[in-house]
Structures are given as C-alpha cells and as structure tokens.
C-alpha cells in the first residue's frame, strides 16, 4: 500500500511536528495531541471538561470572542478527549491561518476555565446526560462495560448526575497544568502545508517550552478484574424496544493474530451482508440491525455484539449468535463469501487514506493506539492473504459463545436469554 507517510521533525523545543503535504484546496488542518484522558484523570469528568472548556474563554479571549474570530475567518474548530489522550483539531483556510493561530494558542497555553461558561456547560452536559439516561442503548453500553472491566477501572465507571456537581475549574486548571504542556504533545500539519505555515506553527508552538509541567505523561495500567455475572438484566418498562449488549474480553491490536481477527470479526458481524445480518435480520425477523466488532482499549480488546430487538426475541437472538459461531468453527467459509468481505474492508481501507486529513487521523491512530508505521501494510496483507482454513481456526480459538456477557435494558419477558 502506497501510503503517504508524514514528514516527521523535531521543533526547537522538542515537539514532535508530522507534516502531511497533500490536497489541492487552500486549506490545512492543525492537530495538537496531547498524552492525558480518562486513564490519568483524578475525578470523573476532568480529562473531557478540561479539554472541552478550552473554547470557553482565556485570558486573552472570551468564550464569545473566540466563536466570533473563528467564524469570521472560516476556521472550524473540533476538541476531543478519549481514554489515553485529548486533542484540539482546527481547520483554517491557508490565507487565514496567522490570524487564525494565536487564538488557537491562547486556546492551549491560557485558558481560564471561566465559572460562569463552566456552569452553562455544565448545565448542558447534565441535560443531556439525563436524557441519554433514558435511552436503552446509552444503559445497556454503560453496564456493560461495567460488567466488563469493573467498577474501578476508567472504562468501566461509570458517570453519575452527581459528578456534573463535583466539577470545579480547580479540579480542571490542575488536569490541564500536568498534561497540556510542550513535553505532552505531538503536532500534526496536514493539506496544503506552505513555507508560511510551517514557520506560524513553529513560531507559536514549537521555538519555547510552554505550560506547566515539563515531564511526558506515563501511560496508566490497570488491572481488570475477573468477570463475575455473566447476565444483567435492567427494567425499563417504558423501552419500545430492548437494547441487547454481548461480548467478552479478548486479544490486543498487538497481538499477533488480530488482524485477520478482524476479518472474521467482519464476516460474522462487521458489515449489511454479515452472517448476524443475513440471520438474524433477513430471515428471522428478529431485528433491524445486529453488529459486532472489536473494540480496543490500552492493553486488551473486547468482542461485542449490540442490537436492539422485542423483548420476546432475547432467547432467540442469543441462540442464532451462538449458533453462527458454530457454524464458523465448524464450516469453511465460501472462496465467493470471503472475496465479499475482502472487496468490503478494502473498500473502507481505501476510503480511509483518500484525502490529506483521512491521512492525518491515519497516523494520528498509529500514534495514539502505540501501533508500528507497518501497521496499515499488515492490515492490507491480513485482509488479502486469509484462508477460509484459517478463518475457521480463528474462530475456533477465538469465538466463545459460552464467555458471552449478556446485558439487556428493557422489558421483561418470559422468553429470558
């Protein structure tokens, strides 16, 4: 795979630049990621309030001035904040980018974390938590990944209305102070990337140490407990439909059979044409939709399958899943199949890298999930080189029926999993 790879440097002061020059349109993209999300957070909610209330005023900006500047120059501004890591992302038209970037670094280097914008933010993210909390799918996604890490581990605890209460602009100028600083970030520069705008960025983010801490944030390690019930029923009488989670814990992106996992993983449940689809959507009538997947977390991954269904369909939805596990490790899968799903994920593998921002988040990916450059050309071999024979050993190493954890919200019914 011909992937264009980033032009990598240090600044003077040491951090990391990936420039990524591609894309005919006058426009660029900044992305600033820095080491600090819920694995290093204090108290819940710290590490996505603290990234989030960047744009809400600094000491050289209001929240409002900020809005108003970034609208009249066009920029578009993103801020994100994930397990391991938060980042702000900005788009800025070329001609544009210098008076674009010192709003960006006041945004970084100062922000005020104001009371006022705190409580309306607030106030915001507790109505919609309240909202979300009656939603079956939003419960039945919190409980199990509760059932799957523990109460103690940052992804499975969970968030409760009380915690919006305890969030102090304290408590989120001290998350900022350890983990927003030059020695915490990696910058990313991707589109049409000129002379003019390597030497802004440099100017402002890259000639001086900045922030408080001067240290690169060590990366947590939790333990996760053994998993106790293996299925968790929530009463939502009011629910029209039931909001079905399955999964257990399995292999890493690091291990060495995870990518041809996902092949399985893709073929089973990973896209329309799936044989959860064919199943238990086409013919059965169970469902609207069902996925699986595999999802990562530092250290570990988890095999989940989500839909949502009549409460009376449970007990057969949980058959018909088992019942096609079986079926992969006991069937080969058809040459006229697997070509099927190649065709798919190569598609969505190409979609990935068409353009000098799906690059960008490429190998902000390969960064952020501690994946090697080779990585992509593995993924690509991986989909092109499995067998049907080796499908089916995956499967049966690695597709378990019997460690399912079942969390369903919803109504009861006599038809139980």
């Given amino acids: 795979m011909g992937l264009l790879k980033p032009e990598r440097r240090k600044m003077a002061n040491g951090v990391a630049l990936n420039i990524i020059r591609a894309g005919k349109e006058d426009v660029v993209r900044l992305d600033i990621i820095f080491r600090g999300g819920r694995y290093q957070q204090s108290f819940q909610l710290q590490a996505m ?31 994100s904040s994930g397990m391991e890591y938060s980042s702000l ?29 705190l ?62 600083c030059s020695a915490n970030c ?15 960025t440099e100017r402002l983010f890259g000639s001086d140490l900045w922030g408080k801490s001067r240290l690169r944030a060590e990366f947590m390690h939790y333990r996760i407990p053994p998993q106790g019930e293996k299925e968790l029923f929530v009463e939502r ?22 990518l041809k996992l996902r092949v399985l993983l893709t073929l089973f449940g990973g896209y329309f044409g799936s ?11 169970y469902t609207y939709g069902i996925s699986a997947a595999l999802l990562f977390y530092p250290g570990t991954g988890v095999l989940a399958i989500a839909t949502e269904a009549d409460a009376r369909h449970a007990g057969n ?47 902000s990916f390969i ?26 050993q995956l499967a049966r190493e690695y597709l378990r029926p019997e460690e399912l954890v079942k969390v369903i919200v919803g109504k009861k019914n006599a038809n139980k999993p």
């Fill in 275 to 285: 044989r959860l689809m064919s199943n238990i959507r086409e013919d059965k009538g």
């Fill in 317 to 363: 939805i949980t058959r018909e899943i088992a019942r096609e596990m079986q079926r992969l490790k006991d069937e080969p899968v058809a040459d006229a199949e697997l070509s099927m799903v190649r065709n798919y994920m190569l598609g969505q593998m190409c979609r990935s890298f068409e353009g000098p921002f799906s690059l960008a988040d490429a190998w």
């Fill in 237 to 258: 009488n009011e629910s029209m439909q039931n909001s079905f989670r399955y999964g257990y814990l399995t292999i890493s992106q690091s291990h060495p059979d995870y």
């Fill in 89 to 117: 992302s900005v788009y800025s038209l070329n001609k544009y980018f210098s008076q674009v970037m010192p709003i960006v670094e006041s945004m970084v280097k100062e922000p005020a974390f104001p009371e006022q914008e």
């Fill in 367 to 392: 960064e952020t999930n501690h994946l090697d450059d080779d990585y992509y050309l593995r993924a690509l071999e991986a989909v092109q080189g499995v067998t049907p024979d080796e499908i089916r």
């Fill in 186 to 200: 990696s910058i990313y520069l991707s589109g049409k990337v000129t002379d003019d705008i390597l030497r802004e």
């Fill in 49 to 79: 309030m603290a990234n989030r209330m960047l744009r809400e005023g600094t000491r050289s900006y209001t929240s409002a001035q900020i809005a108003e500047k970034l609208d009249y120059y066009g920029a578009w501004l993103e801020l």
């Fill in 119 to 180: 409580q309306v933010v607030l106030s915001a993210n507790r109505q919609q938590y309240q909202v979300n909390s009656r939603k079956g799918d939003f419960v039945a996604q919190k409980y199990f990944y509760l059932s799957m890490f523990g109460s103690e581990h940052p992804r499975g605890k969970t968030v409760a209305l009380d915690d919006y209460d305890a969030v102090t602009p304290d408590k989120l100028r001290s998350f900022h102070d350890a983990f927003y």
